[in-house]
């Protein structure tokens, strides 16, 4: 919605790009949309993203899309776990690292649609087999369906590469 903005505060002075629907405003004068469209920047932290988007939105709970595609960031910021609507998450053309950043999202109840290539873990062996197995209820990554011979495979090569945590029993010594 914003053009090359590099800190997410920039976002209350800007105003929204035109879309093809007008954009509506409550009474206080906070947007009424679920969807955040913040691609096409230079961002490279959501520092105050919680406190931007409750300026922004009037029902920020209800954020089921965000895009923050082709901007700079090098990880997962946890403050996009605290979306509990969000369905769709566009991270695609960033600069993250860790496939373990993946991780984070796993507590999204309703993330149905992610991307991430374009980031260099791609790159990472097992990239698409990790991140269906860490988030099995996702059903469209990196803008492609996942199948079920794509669920079997992740779950093949999740036997084959992550191992299992050991539960230790505590013994009790008299």
């Given amino acids: 919605m914003v053009e090359f903005q590099a800190s997410v505060t920039d976002l209350t002075s800007e105003e929204p790009r035109r879309g093809l629907r007008p954009l509506r405003h409550s009474k206080s004068g906070k947007s009424l949309t679920q969807s955040l ?14 406190h931007v988007v ?11 899309w965000i895009d923050l595609s082709f901007n700079d960031l090098t990880s997962i910021d946890p403050v996009l776990t605290t979306f ?3 369905s769709v998450l566009y991270l ?5 690292q860790r496939l373990g950043e993946v ?5 999204l109840p309703r993330l149905r649609s992610l991307t991430l290539h374009g980031n260099p873990i791609e790159e990472e062996k097992g ?17 492609s369906g996942v199948t079920k011979a794509d669920r079997t ?15 230790r029993i505590k013994q009790n010594t008299l």
């Fill in 153 to 167: 495979t992740a779950e093949v090569w999740k036997r084959m590469n992550i191992k299992p945590k050991k539960v």
């Fill in 37 to 50: 469209w913040l691609n096409n920047n230079v961002l490279n932290d959501l520092k105050d993203f919680s």
């Fill in 127 to 143: 990239y698409r087999q990790y991140v269906l197995c860490t988030l099995p209820c996702v059903t469209t990554f990196d803008f």
């Fill in 54 to 64: 409750s300026q922004l939105l009037e029902h920020p709970e209800k954020l089921a």
């Fill in 92 to 96: 695609h053309g960033n600069s993250i």
């Fill in 84 to 86: 509990f609507n969000l």
């Fill in 103 to 107: 991780n984070k999202l796993a507590v």
